[in-house]
C-alpha cells in the first residue's frame, strides 16, 4: 500500500546542483518507464488497527471523565461517532446542562467537536489504508488464481 504521493525520481541525475535538477516537462515525458523509479511506504494493518483503538480508548476515557459515562459507554459513543452512526442515545453536555456550567459545557463541547473531526479523519485513513491493504491482496490472489 503507498502513502502520499510517489514523486518519481530519474535514475542516474542525482546532481547537488538545485537548477540542474529542476528539469522542464518536455525532457520528463521523453523519459521511458525503465528510468522511473517510485519510493513506497507501507503501514502495517496492525499499526492501523492500534492506533484505531488507541484514539477509541483515549476518548473513552475523556468521556467518562467529563461526562460522568462509565469506559464502556465512553467507547461505545466514541465508536459510534466516529465510524458516523450517530444513534444518539449518548449526548455529550447533558449531564452538566444546568446555566451555571454553560462555560464549561461549552468548553466540552468545543473539545468533543475537536475529537470528533481529527478523529473521523484517522478513522477514514485507517479505514482508506486497510483497504487498499486488502485491495492488493485481492490483486494478488486473483493472478495467482490466473483471473487477473
Not at 522542464?24 to 518507464?33: F, I, K, V
Not at 503501514?43 to 483503538?53: D, G, H, V
Not at 442515545?89 to 473539545?111: R, W, Y
Request: overall charge negative; glycine content about 8%.
Amino acid at each position: 500500500m503507498v502513502v502520499g504521493v510517489d514523486w518519481p525520481i530519474i535514475k542516474g541525475e542525482e546532481d547537488d546542483d538545485d537548477e540542474e535538477q529542476v528539469s522542464s516537462s518536455s525532457s520528463l515525458e521523453s523519459n521511458t518507464a525503465e528510468q522511473w523509479t517510485t519510493n513506497e511506504v507501507t503501514i502495517p494493518m496492525s499499526t492501523c488497527l492500534s492506533l484505531f483503538f488507541f484514539y477509541i480508548a483515549a476518548g473513552s476515557i475523556f468521556f467518562s471523565w467529563c461526562e460522568d459515562w462509565n469506559y464502556l459507554d465512553g467507547s461505545y459513543f466514541c465508536f459510534v461517532s466516529l465510524v458516523t452512526i450517530g444513534f444518539g442515545d449518548f449526548v455529550p453536555g447533558q449531564t452538566l446542562g444546568s446555566s451555571e456550567n454553560a462555560q464549561q459545557v461549552d468548553g466540552q463541547l468545543i473539545l468533543c467537536s475537536i475529537y470528533i473531526l481529527l478523529g473521523m479523519a484517522l478513522m477514514a485513513m485507517c479505514f482508506h489504508l486497510t483497504q487498499e491493504r486488502f485491495f492488493i491482496a485481492a490483486k494478488k490472489l486473483g493472478k495467482a488464481l490466473h483471473l487477473v
